[in-house]
């Protein structure tokens, strides 16, 4: 059974960095999908922030490009988040997910999120 | 800068058939955005129902389907049951690489 689960600090202070790991159990990370990362604050919608290929190829939410960092490690199957100058409205349940590529564009699997909150 | 639409909050009547809408604030939605849809219950992560407009993903009942409506994509519930109060998401993709934009959101009350 493939799963995904998020790790992290739960609390980041503001203006410091927010860093966040997705562990994949159960599937190799250098198959063919794209790996993701989605937030959403408390009592609010969500919003993709970015996702990444095994190969490098990486995509961002153009809102958040020039604070966001994603990387791959295949020898631990995980991947990781770094924002960068989180602020309080950055606060919210971080979810990883999987999706698919050339035409199976849909997310197919989420891991259960991890409330990270910004606040000094 | 692309925003999807949906309803905010929708009700349906238990056995009810209601369908639930999401749009392009600039444009309409095609099958190229492959639209898909997420039921969210609170707590939880969100649950795949419908990918690439109208596939339904493993598990879900027939009772979910989707669609193109007009120039909008569409997630269609019949024979509501109190078990289907959630939060359900759009999602679009959008980006000439990738680029996903989600809806935001859709209370459906069943009562």
């Known amino acids: 059974q493939v799963q995904l689960q998020v790790s992290g600090p739960g609390l980041v202070k503001p203006s410091e960095t927010l860093s966040l790991t997705c562990a994949v159990s159960g599937y190799s990370i250098s198959s063919d999908y794209y790996w993701g990362w989605i937030r959403q604050p408390p009592g609010k919608g969500l919003e993709w922030i970015g996702s990444m290929h095994h190969s490098g190829s990486t995509y961002y939410n153009p809102s958040l490009k020039s604070r966001v960092t994603m990387s791959i490690d295949t020898s631990k199957n995980q991947f990781s988040l770094k924002l960068t100058s989180a602020t309080a409205a950055e606060t919210a349940v971080y979810y990883c997910a999987r999706h698919g590529v050339r035409g199976n564009w849909y997310f197919d699997l989420w891991g259960r999120g991890t409330l990270l909150t910004v606040s000094s | 800068q692309t925003v999807v639409t949906q309803e905010p909050s929708v009700s349906v009547s238990p056995g009810g058939t209601v369908t639930l809408t999401c749009g392009l604030s600039?444009?309409?939605?095609?099958?190229?955005?492959?639209p898909s849809w997420y039921q969210q219950t609170p707590g939880q992560a969100p649950r795949t129902l419908i990918y690439?407009?109208?596939t339904r993903s493993s598990g879900v009942p027939d009772r979910f389907s989707g669609s193109i409506l007009g120039n909008k994509a569409a997630l269609t519930i019949t024979g509501a049951q109190a078990g289907d109060e959630s939060d359900y998401y759009c999602?679009?993709?959008?980006?000439?690489?990738?680029?996903?934009?989600f809806g935001g959101g859709t209370k459906l009350t069943v009562l």
């Open positions: 690439s407009t109208n």
């Open positions: 999602v679009l993709f959008v980006g000439g690489g990738v680029d996903w934009v």
């Open positions: 600039s444009g309409s939605v095609s099958t190229s955005h492959y």
